[in-house]
C-alpha cells in the first residue's frame, strides 16, 4: 500500500513543481525557481520508490495521466486558463484509463 503513497507523492510534488513553472517567469523569479527543482527533486525520489514495487509502464501511465488532469485543473482554477469541451473529455478519458489500469490490470498489484 506504501508504493500507491509514494506514487500519489511523486505526482503532487511533480504538480506543485510543474505549477510553480508558470510563476517562476523562466526561472527569473528566486523561490518559485527554487520551488520547481525541489519539487522535481522530491517527485523523482517518491517515484523511484514507487519503482521498486509498481512497474515502470503502470507507475508512469498513472503519474503521467493524473499530472496531466491536475495540472489542467490548476490552470483553470489557479491561473484562469479556459477548459473547452474536448479538453475535459479527453481528461474524462485520462482519468478512465488510470481506473481501468488500476481495476482491471493485475501487474501493478504486488
Do not use: C, D, H, R
Not at 501511465?61 to 483553470?76: T, Y
Not at 473529455?89 to 478512465?96: D, K, R, V
Amino acid at each position: 500500500m506504501k508504493n500507491w503513497l509514494f506514487l500519489g507523492a511523486a505526482i503532487i510534488a511533480e504538480v506543485v513543481a510543474t505549477s510553480s513553472l508558470k510563476t517562476s517567469m523562466g526561472f527569473t523569479k528566486l523561490w518559485p525557481s527554487l520551488l520547481v527543482v525541489f519539487g522535481y527533486a522530491i517527485a523523482f525520489y517518491f517515484l523511484s520508490l514507487t519503482l521498486k514495487t509498481i512497474p515502470v509502464g503502470i507507475a508512469y501511465a498513472i503519474w503521467a495521466g493524473l499530472g496531466i488532469v491536475l495540472i489542467s485543473l490548476v490552470g483553470w482554477l489557479v491561473f484562469g486558463q479556459k477548459l473547452e469541451f474536448a479538453s475535459v473529455l479527453g481528461m474524462g478519458l485520462i482519468i478512465a484509463g488510470v481506473v481501468v489500469i488500476n481495476v482491471f490490470s493485475k501487474v501493478g498489484m504486488q
